[in-house]
């Protein structure tokens, strides 16, 4: 059975940096996209940055892109998004996902939270001004 486990969530300020670590238990494939989402109260999840194992290949949204960066441990079958820069505006929970097989690397350059097969319950992010 595939678990999915993120932690690194916490409460810090305009500027800070937090990093979030993601684990994924079970079975381990060479085609592994994993992915990160957040969900702020009230609205809807958005995809936030992806990397594809096999190739390393990464993947952010336009909010994010040069402030956070993505990375993975694929031994460890864990990966990570080290953000920096954190606005009020990056706040929400934030998840982890995971999907494997020939068509995650499609699946990692859509970012579609829908194509993702494994979550996590949330980690929280709250950045105060």
Known sequence: QIQVMESG????QS??????????????????CMGWFRQAPGQAREAV???????????YS???RGRFTISQDSPQN??????NSL???????YYCATTMGPKSGIVCKTMDASRFAYWGQGTQVTVSA
């Open 49 to 59: 940055s992806t990397v594809y194992f096999g190739s390393d290949e990464t993947m």
């Open 78 to 83: 864990a990966g990570y998004l080290q953000m």
């Open 62 to 64: 336009d909010s994010v």
């Open 15 to 32: 500027g800070g940096s937090l990093r979030l670590r993601c684990t994924v238990s079970g079975i381990r494939y060479d085609t592994t």
């Open 87 to 93: 606005k009020p505006e990056d706040s929400g929970i």
């Open 9 to 12: 969530g916490a409460s810090v």
